[in-house]
């Protein structure tokens, strides 16, 4: 079957392609498109023509199954121009998405009409590269050369609403978009066409204009290198003729690459793609998630009611008290007040959010919910108390889950009645935010309720991973050493600002001591304390003697480093050096790149001994944990990548 079929309405023909599940430009695809040109062009009965896609979705972009491999012709700059200069002015119907090389070949278009339900974008730097088919040089020409700018170097998709209003697309449709697009493009055969996209003038903004975004986008891209070369090919686009930038922009794709971050980009791309279907679950049907539960309002499950009201599931918020219940609406209305008052969300969507949550004490509210999670104090004896009062609460059905960061869930399910129903689910603060999820099954969890989890990670847009039983699961277990690998370096002598300097160097947002202050010193060092009172042999870190001594993190104005009131900057401490000057025994020597290396080497020295250990399935799946709960840079591939390249 083709993937490009024509056919005919009157004067206007209809260019349909259907490439399943994305319609991705594929060979054949562009090939298919190719001699749809040269058909329609030495048709005399049509003068117009609307690309059209079948399915979900329209051209989405690159096919992913060439990626790496030699390109093979047509090559799609040589289409978005072939395109371009037909004979007959064609028309991109929009629906779904337009992304990378589906949105260039719909500027290839005269015009441009979509749904109001479809995006469109140029996402390439996000795997490493630069559109490679004219998006930094005809995006200027239709958008201008700022809204290029944001559009190119951040990668994120826009809706076809404002799309409009950037000029990227020249009508908004809510209703059939064939008939639309026809129209449309039988409408525009009676006025004078536009020029297109390439005979566009630009006005080129000045040399501080380009100063200054160089500026922000080195500080959004923190290491990667591909937004500011997109920078630098919307400013050849400004600049000179569009032949021009258009060789520029070409080989700057082709530059680009075959280069490690590309590589790299690639590799957490296919895990993703991978990760929220696992081949051991295809065939596997989830349970149906029509309402749940959520136990807790504080900062965790208020987070966690607000993602699952983000995917449209109505909520039962359940305390121990209504002065506890109180609080944990405030908490839940403040996250949906914030995104209002961030545009992220309407008034009366953040209104609908909440009018979607029942809160209560009583525990038999829950009696008819589909899954509930469990979202307490970090104490077993809470959780234990907990899942007492769900085992009667609850349909024996039900899906009962726990988030826990440490706790060994087999546990907390130690007398839960029908214990297949039972899973860990490891959530990362904010809840809302953080695109992370563990999934932590017991040896009793059914397939049916591993499965769910999946389902459920689907549904709030987060990226699972399924991890085994162990202390801190597979992130905190990493976290943990490659804190203690940090601390070890100070006590040979290496100052924390040099450490802290070194991973934001290489990357990461903050430095390990950075991060603790501002989450807390105190929260692992009450986990240790916890392990020592059960027991174990704990020896005593750096840290203990930090908050022994009242230095917990920003919260007190000093942890690692002193903190004025008010500012959240770091500055270097005399009382942590006193306080810890017994403790630090060499005087070690290292420089950043090096220190770096050393805890990423031993992050992924807990990474393969997780994998040993069969914690963790694959070395991709470390990977996505540490980049998405933890801050690794993304353009870095995650330990497992980077240390294994």
């Known amino acids: 079957m083709s993937v490009v079929t024509i056919a005919r309405q009157g004067e206007i023909a209809i260019v349909t392609v259907d490439n399943p599940p994305v319609n991705a430009l594929s060979q054949a695809l562009r090939q298919g498109l190719w001699d749809a040109v040269g058909t329609l062009d030495a048709d005399p009965q049509v003068r117009a023509v609307v690309l059209i896609c079948a399915g979900r979705t329209f051209i989405a972009g690159a096919d992913v199954t060439e990626f790496g491999k030699p390109p093979q012709e047509p090559h799609l700059p ?17 629906h779904g998405s337009a992304l990378g090389g589906g949105f260039e070949v719909a500027m290839g278009c005269r015009f441009r009409v979509g749904l109001d339900s479809a995006s469109v974008g140029l996402p390439e730097v996000s795997l490493g590269i630069v559109p490679g088919a004219s998006g930094t040089v005809r995006t200027p020409r239709l958008a201008g050369v700022e809204t290029a700018v944001d559009l190119v170097t951040s990668g994120k998709p826009v809706k076809a609403t404002k799309a409009l209003t ?12 064939q008939a639309n697009a026809v129209a449309f493009a039988r409408d525009a055969l009676t006025r004078d066409l536009p020029p297109p996209a390439s005979a566009r003038p630009i006005t080129p903004p000045d040399a501080g204009f380009w100063d200054d975004h160089r500026k922000a986008v080195a500080k959004a891209a923190k290491g990667a290198e591909a937004p500011l070369r997109a920078l630098d090919c919307l400013r050849k686009a400004a600049e000179a003729p569009f032949a021009e930038a258009m060789a520029f922009e070409r080989q ?14 690639r590799h957490v791309f296919f895990a993703e793609r ?35 009201r983000d995917a449209g599931i109505p909520v039962t918020l359940i305390e121990r008290d209504d002065q506890a219940l109180e609080r944990g609406i405030s908490n839940l209305r403040a996250i949906f007040d914030g995104a209002a008052k961030r545009g992220k969300l309407t008034e009366a969507q953040a209104a609908d959010r909440m009018a979607g949550v029942s809160a209560t004490t009583d525990y038999a509210a829950l009696s008819d919910a ?37 706790l060994n869930p087999r546990l907390i399910a130690d007398d839960l009645p029908n214990p297949h129903r039972f899973i860990g689910l490891h959530f990362f603060s904010p809840a809302n935010v953080m695109r992370l ?3 932590v099954p017991v040896p009793e969890t059914s397939d049916r309720t591993l499965a769910t989890g999946f389902a459920l990670a689907r549904m709030l847009g987060k990226i699972p991973v399924q991890s085994g039983i162990c202390e801190g699961f597979i992130g905190n277990r990493i976290l943990k050493r490659y804190r203690a690998s940090a601390e070890a370096l100070v006590r040979q002598g290496i100052a924390i600002a040099e450490i802290d300097a070194a991973m934001r160097a290489y990357g990461f947002a903050m430095g390990p001591f950075e991060a603790q202050d501002l989450g807390g010193l105190d929260i692992a060092f009450l986990q240790r304390e916890g392990a020592r009172a059960a027991g174990q042999d704990v020896p005593e870190t750096l840290g203990d003697i930090l908050v022994r001594a009242g230095r917990k993190g920003q919260k007190t104005g000093g ?46 020295a807990e990474g393969q001994a997780i994998l040993d250990e069969g914690i963790a399935a694959r070395a991709s799946d470390i990977d996505l944990v540490e980049i998405h709960g933890y801050g690794f840079p993304r353009w870095r591939g995650g330990p497992m990548w980077a240390v294994n390249r």
């Open 559 to 604: 942890g690692w480093y002193d903190y004025a009131f008010g500012d959240r900057r770091p500055q270097p401490s005399s009382a942590v050096a006193d306080l810890l000057a017994g403790a630090i025994t060499g005087a070690t020597s290292m420089e950043g790149d090096a220190i770096a290396r050393h805890l990423v080497g031993e992050m992924a």
């Open 252 to 265: 700057t794709f082709l530059d680009l690459r075959g280069s490690d971050q590309a590589a790299a980009l």
């Open 437 to 439: 999820l563990e999934i």
């Open 78 to 94: 040589d289409l978005v121009d072939r395109i371009e200069g037909a004979a007959k002015p064609w028309v991109a119907a929009i």
């Open 274 to 308: 991978a990760a929220p279907r696992p081949a051991h679950l295809k065939d596997v049907d989830p349970l149906p998630l029509r309402s749940a539960g959520v136990i807790g309002g504080g900062t965790m499950g208020a987070g966690i009611a607000a993602a699952l």
């Open 166 to 177: 950037m000029g990227l697309i020249d009508a908004v449709f809510a209703g059939d978009l």
């Open 370 to 406: 589909d899954l509930v999670i469990e979202a307490v104090f970090e104490d077993i004896a809470v959780k234990c108390a907990v899942f007492a009062q769900l085992a009667t609460a609850c349909r024996a059905d039900a899906m009962l889950a726990t988030n826990t960061s440490y």
